[in-house]
């Protein structure tokens, strides 16, 4: 059993983290690729105006994917904290009941997005053919939203067990799915052979969902064989305490993300003054940019995990170290990360698009980007230890400041008092992001040892 192997109150921090951290992290490459890919077929196979539609729903589709890691994040911490109190059964309640949330909040999330998402995406660009092909790939998308949820819910309770290897094994699947399906459903053919109409952009969101589906089944059977299984209840009766904790959880960590969705819109919005050219540049740069964040993410997932169980735990040295050993290999790695990235963004554009253009924008914001990688450790590896700590709501604030106030501030300034200047928009966000997160580091100290003492 995965979680037999891996204890994550006991083993050394470092050996954890490369436990924990390297599936994870593979994992969420190939997730990443998955978006890329997605990009290159619209663009290369459809049209410029394709590749600028999925860019500009990110938003949109990341207010999804914010829903289902806030409630993922929520069941990962409540179970490692059961898990580190020996309470086995807890455990398995939690889980029953964050898969009974997954499908409500689909439901929700469909009806909603479905009504609004056409008013947010034309304030975002006034081009009708971009607004035709967005609307008609993320309609499919909320449609197969539950499939997302359920996957996430499942994947929880392995990661608050230190397994993220099974995850791992999905996601690398899916993305080979994927580039499978995405050209047979784009285009109705395999090989010269017609087989179907087109599908066009539909095809893409198909089979995202698709390969979204087939993971759930593998999951199901890793999560059968672990030894919180036992504890789990298949019921459709919500057991409300279970789940305002969930919630309680969630839903900071949730709209938290979600800060990150508008943080996304405020940027997409403004750099859309600029054009199309600069909205397909900007977002399909963004997508190659996400890739170097995925070694951060997996070591923010070993975090949570680990400092969930040692905290259930009581054992309060632990989670202190694992923040500073955290902080410590998050600043080496995104600093040689943001090298490659500054090295490589001319070369990266090229994936995307012929568009001398639209290569100029994305690459002229990647080099500006990676001015700030090394400063994301203190966000993300201190906002994971809030929430191994259970207090969620603290990310939520810092979400708030960090993707919303401080850019909508510094971007207006910027256009009122100097003018519409795309690299400058970039250039005053990475001296924002090392300012504010020094402080947040400094910040952080302080308050683990007051909550631990």
Not at 215 to 227: C, D, E, W
Request: charged letters at 10%; a positive charge; hydrophobic letters at 50%.
């Amino acid at each position: 059993m995965a979680d037999s192997k891996i204890n994550l109150k006991d083993d050394g921090i470092y050996s954890l983290f490369i436990r924990i951290a390297i599936p994870s992290s593979i994992g969420t490459i190939f997730q990443n690729l998955y978006s890329i890919v997605d990009s290159i077929f619209a663009g290369q196979m459809i049209s410029e105006s394709a590749l600028a539609a999925i860019g500009q729903i990110f938003p949109i589709y990341f207010v999804i994917i914010a829903l289902g890691v806030g409630l993922s994040i929520g069941t990962t911490s409540l179970i490692a904290n059961s898990i580190g109190e020996n309470n086995l059964e807890n455990s398995g309640k939690v889980f029953s009941q964050s898969f009974i949330l997954s499908i409500i909040v689909s439901i929700i999330i469909t009806v909603i997005g479905i009504y609004f998402s056409p008013s947010i995406i034309s304030s975002i660009n006034n081009d009708q053919e971009t607004l035709e092909l967005s609307i008609r790939y993320i309609n499919i998308i909320f449609f197969g939203s539950i499939f997302i949820f359920i996957l996430m819910s499942i994947n929880s309770s392995l990661s608050a067990q230190g397994d993220t290897k099974s995850y791992r094994n999905v996601l690398i699947f899916s993305f080979f799915l994927n580039i499978l399906l995405n050209p047979i459903l784009i285009s109705g053919k395999i090989f010269s052979f017609q087989i179907m109409s087109p599908l066009g952009i539909e095809g893409i969101a198909y089979a995202t969902i698709i390969s979204q589906f087939a993971g759930i089944f593998y999951l199901f059977i890793k999560l059968s064989k672990t030894r919180i299984y036992k504890y789990v209840q298949i019921t459709i009766i919500p057991h409300f305490n279970i789940i305002g904790n969930i919630l309680s959880q969630g839903i900071p960590s949730s709209i938290g993300m979600m800060m990150i969705a508008v943080g996304s819109y405020i940027l997409i919005y403004f750099v859309g003054i600029f054009g199309v050219e600069a909205i397909a540049g900007y977002t399909s740069a963004g997508r190659y940019e996400q890739l170097f964040f995925l070694p951060l993410l997996g070591l923010s997932t070993a975090t949570v995990s680990i400092v969930g169980q040692n905290y259930g735990a009581k054992q309060y040295q632990r989670v202190l170290e694992t923040y500073k050993k955290g902080i410590k290999i998050g600043v080496i790695v995104l600093s040689l990360l943001g090298l490659i990235i500054f090295l490589t963004a001319d070369l990266a554009m090229n994936l995307f698009t012929d568009n001398a253009n639209v290569k100029q924008y994305g690459s002229d914001y990647l080099k500006i980007s990676a001015l700030m990688f090394p400063a994301f450790p203190f966000f993300f590896i201190g906002n994971a230890t809030f929430q191994g700590l259970k207090r969620a709501i603290i990310v939520m604030y810092m979400a708030v400041m960090r993707f919303v106030l401080m850019p909508l501030i510094l971007i207006s300034i910027i256009f009122h008092q100097i003018g519409e200047n795309y690299n400058l928009i970039f250039f005053s966000l990475a001296a924002m992001h090392w300012i504010i997160g020094l402080s947040y580091y400094y910040y952080c100290n302080k308050k683990y040892k007051i909550i631990l003492n």
